[in-house]
Nanobody
Framework: VQLVESGGGLVQAGGSLRLSCVVSGTIFSTNVMAWYRQAPGKQRELVAAIISGGTAKYDDSVTGRFTISRDDAKNTVSLQMNSLKPEDTAVYYC??????????????WGQGTQVTVSS
């Protein structure tokens, strides 16, 4: 099982980016998919999560600006980020929890993608 993120980059404040994460492997189901971020000198924090039924939750700092979505047929999770702020600058990580695959079950992380928002 591998999680591969894409879509990071450099954007000006107020701009938008869309992050995508593809889960490769023979996947049967995934309980929760999420995006975390880690800024320099800070702990990794949850940005947004979405469970298999579609219910999503967001950190207060991104509510109203970010939207998480998943496509279970394609084993993907995306994060649409609008109205970006310099404080959104971080490495963003994709996470898949309770993932059931052909060899078992586990929790998995992507390698991270850098998002930099300039003021």
């Amino acid at each position: 099982v591998q999680l591969v993120e894409s879509g990071g980059g450099l954007v000006q404040a107020g701009g938008s980016l869309r992050l995508s994460c593809v889960v490769s492997g023979t996947i049967f189901s995934t309980n929760v998919m999420a995006w975390y971020r880690q800024a320099p000198g800070k702990q990794r924090e949850l940005v947004a999560a979405i469970i298999s039924g579609g219910t999503a939750k967001y950190d207060d700092s991104v509510t109203g600006r970010f939207t998480i979505s998943r496509d279970d047929a394609k084993n993907t999770v995306s994060l649409q980020m609008n109205s970006l702020k310099p404080e959104d600058t971080a490495v963003y990580y994709c996470y898949a929890g309770g993932l059931v695959h052909i060899r078992g079950r586990g929790n998995y992380w992507g390698q991270g993608t850098q998002v930099t928002v300039s003021s």
